[in-house]
């Protein structure tokens, strides 16, 4: 019966067009990397409004079954929920939204569902633990649990510490999915923002000649002319 309110609820920002304008935009047609998912046509500030509604009465076992749901927007609103409870939670609490998100990577599965997440439910939680799992993760077969492995490691890089993170990027630096391209690519910029322009370059010059030149491009964007110039060249 809750659970019938909440995607009431959020159905009534629902619409066919913005619909059809999210599943080109996220790109779900045959061959594409989402290839499949289903859009209600509901935008992101509606969705975080049903969240800020029920978040505190919403329980795990009803946000494990939205989370199933073949509806993109009802998997997000569940993942929101989730960090919202992670925030506010007790440690006993956030183990166990830890342990649902691991279990749940499969229906994760999308860059949005991903960066809006990852960060502040696994890398949070990892904070000052073992972090093993993440390089299980950035060596999986899946795309979306190895986008997990690097955005949770952004948590790491906010707070200037940017070990873990270059372990991760040294897994992914060849990866072959343009999403992680990209995710690699931000990752290392906001390492030379956060952690320092000299330990972003200490990588950088191991890696620049061979890696993706989107990886390349996204990683050097804060970088001034001359110096973009000089590892675009990769002489």
């Not at 948590?155 to 630096?173: C, D, N, Q, R």
Request: glycine letters at 8%.
């Amino acid at each position: 019966m809750f659970i019938g309110k909440i995607k009431k609820e959020l159905r009534q920002g629902a619409s066919e067009q913005k619909a059809r304008d999210l599943r080109r935009f996220f790109k779900t047609g045959p061959g594409e990397y989402a290839e499949g998912d289903k859009f209600l046509g509901v935008m992101v500030p509606q969705t975080r409004g049903v969240v800020a509604n029920y978040w505190k009465e919403i329980s795990l076992v009803e946000i494990a079954g939205l989370l199933t749901s073949k509806f993109h927007e009802e998997r997000l609103l569940a993942l929101l929920v989730m960090v919202k409870k992670f925030e506010k939670g007790a440690a006993e609490e956030q183990k166990k939204i830890f342990d649902l998100y691991l279990a749940s990577t499969k229906h994760i599965n999308n860059w949005d569902l991903v960066d809006l997440s990852a960060p502040r439910i696994v890398g949070a939680y990892l904070e000052g633990k073992d972090k093993m799992i993440l390089e299980k993760l950035a060596n999986s077969k899946n795309l979306w649990e190895r986008r997990i492995a690097m955005l949770a490691v952004f948590w790491f890089i906010s707070k200037g510490e940017p070990s873990h993170a270059l372990k991760i990027v040294e897994i992914l630096v060849n990866d072959k999915e343009d999403l992680i391209h990209k995710a690699v690519g931000w990752g290392l910029r906001e390492i030379g923002k956060r952690c320092g322009q000299d330990i972003e370059e200490g990588f950088l010059k191991n890696h620049y000649k061979t890696m993706p030149r989107t990886m390349l491009r996204y990683a050097i964007e804060r970088f001034d002319g001359k110096k973009r110039q000089y590892y675009l060249r990769r002489d």
